[in-house]
C-alpha cells in the first residue's frame, strides 16, 4: 500500500488507488513462491554500488524471490573484450538464447472463415497429422544439429483438446525418435508469463501457427525488437524463403533511416541453410561486433546512424 500512496501523491490523482490495486495484487502472489527467480544485477559505477545495494536490502527486508546475477559493467574497459561490457556481464545475456519453430501453413491461418447468420461469424482451425509431424521433425533435427538441448511444444490443448491434442500427439512420437533431447510441453499462457520473467528457461520452441506468430513478437521485444529479428521459413525439398518480420515502414522511406539488421541476419540464415556456415559468421559477427562498439547504430537503437552509415562500418569488419 505505501507503493500505491507514493504514485497517488507524485500523480496527484485521487482514483491512483484503483488505477495501482491490480498491480499490488500481481506481486503480492508471488512472495509466497520458493522459486528464486534469477535477475541480472548491474550495479555500475558512481552512486550505482551504492543505491544497488539499498534495493537488494529492501528486497530482502521484503522477502522478495529474487536470486541477483551481479556483473560490473561501468567506465572501466575490460581487456578481455576490449569493452565496458565484461565476459560475465556478455555471458548473463548470451543465456537467453532460444529458437521460435512456427508451423505456418494451417491452424487458425488456414482463411477459412464465414457467416453462419448476421452478427456471427466462423473461423476454422485446421491441425493436420502431417503438418504437425513435419513441424516437430524439424524443431528436433534442429536442436539436435544445432547443439540445442531441450524442445518445448507450446500448445493450449487444456482446452482445445483435439487439435492442439494432435499437434502435441505428434511432437511426443517424434520426441521418442531423439532421446537425448529433453522434450516438454508447456501451456502458451505459461510460455508468455516465463519468457518475460526467465527466458533461459527455454531453448527450441515450437507451436502451431497463431502462438508462433504472438511468441515470435514477444521474443523479438526481448532483444529490442522487430528490427533486430531474423526469420525463415524453410519447406521441404530444400526451399527456403529468408525474410525480415517487420513491415514495410513507409514513414520512413526513402529517408536512408531504416535498420536493415533483421534483413541482414535473415539473409545470414538462408546462408546456413545452403551450408555456407563459414561466410555465415563472417557476416553475423560483423553485424554484432558493429551494434556492440556502439559508434555506428540506427534510430531505434538509440543511435543517430544512416541506413548506408551503419551498413558501410559492418562492411569494414568484413
Known amino acids: 500500500m505505501m507503493g500505491t500512496q507514493i504514485l497517488r501523491r507524485l500523480l496527484g490523482s485521487p482514483n491512483s488507488s484503483r488505477a495501482f490495486s491490480s498491480f499490488n495484487r ?18 555500475g559505477d558512481g552512486i550505482g554500488p551504492e543505491i544497488a545495494e539499498a534495493v537488494k536490502q529492501v528486497f530482502r527486508a521484503a522477502d522478495v524471490p529474487i536470486e541477483w546475477e551481479e556483473h560490473y559493467v561501468g567506465d572501466q574497459i575490460d581487456p578481455r573484450t576490449q569493452s565496458f561490457l565484461t565476459w560475465e556481464s556478455l555471458e548473463s545475456v548470451r543465456q537467453n538464447d532460444l529458437i521460435t519453430i512456427r508451423e505456418n501453413t494451417e491452424g487458425e491461418y488456414s482463411g477459412l472463415e464465414h457467416q453462419v447468420v448476421r452478427g456471427v461469424v466462423e473461423s476454422l482451425k485446421i491441425i493436420t497429422r502431417q503438418a504437425s509431424l513435419r513441424v516437430a521433425e524439424y524443431a528436433f533435427h534442429y536442436a539436435k544439429t544445432h547443439g540445442r538441448e531441450r524442445v518445448s511444444a507450446i500448445h493450449k490443448a487444456n482446452i482445445m483438446q483435439k487439435t492442439d491434442g494432435l499437434f502435441l500427439k505428434c511432437c511426443r512420437e517424434v520426441a521418442e525418435k531423439y532421446p537425448e533431447i529433453k ?9 508468455c508469463m516465463m519468457l518475460v520473467k526467465n527466458p533461459a528457461l527455454f531453448d527450441v520452441l515450437v507451436m502451431p501457427n497463431l502462438y508462433g506468430d504472438i511468441i515470435s513478437d514477444l521474443c523479438a521485444g526481448l532483444i529490442g525488437g522487430l528490427g533486430l529479428t ?14 525480415a518480420v517487420h513491415g514495410s ?12 539488421t533483421a534483413l541482414m541476419l535473415s539473409a545470414v540464415t538462408m546462408l546456413r541453410h545452403l551450408k555456407l556456415h563459414d561466410k555465415a559468421d563472417q557476416i553475423q559477427n560483423a553485424i554484432l561486433n558493429t551494434i556492440s562498439e556502439g559508434r555506428y547504430r540506427t534510430a531505434d537503437l538509440g543511435g543517430s546512424s544512416t541506413t548506408t552509415d551503419f551498413t558501410k562500418a559492418i562492411c569494414d569488419h568484413l
Do not use: Q
Not at 522434450?183 to 510460455?191: A, L
Not at 531474423?230 to 525474410?243: F, K, R, V
Open 249 to 260: 515502414a513507409p514513414d520512413i522511406a526513402g529517408k536512408n533511416m531504416a535498420n536493415p
Open 230 to 243: 531474423p526469420s525463415c521459413n524453410i519447406g521441404e525439398g530444400g526451399i527456403a524463403l529468408a525474410e
Open 183 to 191: 522434450y516438454e510441453e508447456v501451456v502458451i499462457d505459461n510460455c
Open 26 to 43: 500481481s506481486f503480492s502472489s508471488s512472495d509466497s513462491s520458493s522459486n528464486l527467480i534469477r535477475a541480472t544485477l548491474f550495479p
